[in-house]
């Protein structure tokens, strides 16, 4: 029964106005399996009287080959950018111990920059020692000798020693240093005692014949801390 005052649906509206299903799809990434996998189905299910032609399987293949390569370059970019970092890292722990210039903007009481009369910043330096070298989400930061705490950019000049030729030389700087390391959720320390290259990774051995990667240092000092 029609009410009055109001309209009809027509099968038309229905369909303009209802509301249309999504489409579910993946990730949106396709893998070299997949392809693989694509073209599989497409030989089972090809028309016998009618193959596919040569020249459209060798497009295909060459398609599978382009994809791969990409992959593998991309996991070879991301191993050489790992060995990237781990290296910085490397030459991070290599300033325990050392004597360095820095300089740091002055900074008030509210955390603001302290200016001269020009407007110019004020900017603090001095020589100290680093005894520690602290790692946070990514971030170095340096413990000097009167408990100062700087940056890798605050560091003007290494007044005190030089680093080695080569990797490994420059992880062995770390023999005798004490170093913090995560162990799942617990915080260990233990002092290093030797270095290792192994399968183009380097490992750290401590007194108690723990080993592990440098990545996973949360602190280097020169001297056992020792928790409250």
Not at 15 to 35: A, C, I, P, Q, Y
Not at 86 to 104: D, P
Not at 188 to 207: F, H, P, R, W
Request: charged share 30%; no cysteine.
């Amino acid at each position: 029964m029609a009410i009055e005052g109001q309209k009809a649906i027509s099968g038309t509206d229905y369909l303009v106005n209802k509301k249309r299903d999504e489409r579910k799809t993946g990730d949106g990434v396709m893998g070299k399996d997949d392809f693989m996998k694509l073209l599989i189905a497409q030989l089972q299910n090809q028309d016998p009287t009618n193959p596919m032609k040569d020249n459209e399987f060798i497009a295909q293949m060459a398609q599978f080959s382009a994809l791969e390569q990409t992959m593998n370059l991309s996991k070879s970019f991301d191993k050489f950018a790992e060995a990237q970092n781990q290296s910085q890292l490397i030459q991070y722990n290599s300033f325990a111990g050392k004597e360095v210039r820095w300089h740091k903007l002055k900074i008030d009481d509210n955390g603001n920059a302290v200016v001269d009369v020009d407007g110019k910043p004020v900017v603090d330096e001095g020589t100290n020692r680093i005894v520690s070298v602290k790692y946070d989400n990514g971030s170095v930061t340096f413990i000097m000798d009167d408990g100062k705490e700087l940056t890798p950019g605050n560091i003007s000049e290494v007044m005190s020693g030089s680093g080695g030729t080569n990797s490994l030389v420059e992880a062995s700087m770390l023999i005798g240093k004490f170093v913090g390391y995560m162990d799942g959720e617990e915080e260990k320390q233990g002092k290093v005692v030797s270095v290792a290259n192994k399968d183009g990774k380097l490992q750290y051995i401590l007194e108690d014949g723990t080993r592990i990667e440098g990545k996973k240092f949360t602190s280097i000092s020169e001297k056992e801390e020792t928790t409250e």
